[in-house]
């Protein structure tokens, strides 16, 4: 099938690009791991935020062991941070490597003697000359952030003792992106109709829980109000029942975004409500995908994966051919300081 503006040779180039650099992921956790850690500060903002919330999420299914996920923009201002010390392991990341309050955030915590580790392009960014240690890739789908920040992640809690899968889920990982490019051709029809039915509505509510809500927060805004201009409400599932309910009636757009940890009991009763009082209700659950060649107890983690291939890749590819507006134009973000 053939898919809106995708690119499926350089798709499966870049998916090998990043799974090559497992063994200098690999590498790194084993030697911070020898160095020790109290606990891990990760700083991200925007998008990269919503990306780590997932591993983050996921970390504190595996144990207790201390784990923050700070948005580096408050994290600026914050007055307290005495979890922050010499023996925390801050991790960061920066596709572009110039984010500013990512920049401005690891140089806090360096000069608090405190070094920092992360992900950027390559080695000319800011970002590279910040970290003392990085990992470089330049591919930019949001599958391949996942997929790196997992596997840095997941590492360390091996080495901590708390996922003794993690080869088994690694080696599995291989196949991740080809089953990502059939979610996508399984998809790709109901995009282009959902992209069709509500492309100009003057509003819609996107709802989602647990290792999903980072996805369904990174589409609702980065995609859809960044790159698209349209009019957006993001809430927790947990949260739809104080406030965001009152907004729906029978022709107002609401996006679940279903998962499959424990908290899509608090998704089903969304979906159980919105039924009854929109007829715009439009249900994204990663549990209608099949995933080959890759563990049923794996798919937590693959969730937001399975996500992104279908909201920020496919769904966003068909919302701009429907509203006009291309998804590379700002009027504001990044054009100039403020």
Known sequence: MSLRNFNLEK???????????????????DELTKEGFENIVVLGIGGTWAEWYPVVEY???????????????EFLVKQNMSYLTKKSLVLTASASGNTKEILEASKLCISKGIPVFGFTKDETTPLAKLLTKAIYNPCGDCEDSYLMYFMLALRLYKNLGY?????????????????????????????????RKYSKEPYTMFVGSGVLWGETYLFSMCILEEMQWVRTKAVKSSDFFHGPLELVEKDLPV???????????????????????????????????QLTDIDDEFRVIVSPMIATAILTERLAAHYELNTGHSLEFRRYYRQFEY
């Open 255 to 289: 996006f679940l975004v279903m998962g499959e940890d424990e908290y899509r009991q608090l998704d089903e009763r969304v979906e159980r409500f919105a039924k009854k009082f929109t007829d715009k209700l439009e249900v994204f659950d990663t549990k209608d995908f």
């Open 163 to 195: 996922f003794s899968q993690y080869d088994r889920w690694a080696d599995q990982m291989k196949n991740l992106h080809t089953n990502l490019i059939r979610i996508r051709e399984e998809f790709e029809p109901r995009a282009a109709e959902i992209a």
């Open 59 to 73: 970390c504190k299914h595996l144990s207790d062991f201390p784990i923050y996920l700070e948005n580096a923009g």
């Open 11 to 29: 798709y499966l180039k870049n998916g090998k690009t990043t799974y090559a650099q497992r063994e200098n992921i690999e590498k790194l956790a």
